[in-house]
């Protein structure tokens, strides 16, 4: 876990392509189809969620000048830095489950 490695033959993958292509993800050696594993993407969003709130209330109790807008703003900002912190340093990834092609829906031959 944590290491950007392809699961199948185990080539890594650039930290930028693992931040900018999280859902499509492709390995350049055996062109699996990767994405993010589920326990990454709620790490980060966790922590994304705990430092907006922490910058949140800073903002907030700092400068009660401000009322609504700076804290909002300072929050939202710090849970994108954040989160894509956290990703960059704990990536983990899966090969991208195929969808099944069942496009039909099961009653509509009734």
Known sequence: MWNRACPLCFVKMSRFQVLTLSNEMSCPACHAELELSRSSRLLSSLAGIVVG????????????????????VAAFLSFGFASAGVLIVSADLVVRPQPSHSSVFPHSHA
């Open 53 to 72: 709130a922490a910058i949140f209330h800073v903002a907030h109790t700092t400068n009660p000048m401000a009322r609504w807008t700076w804290p909002i």
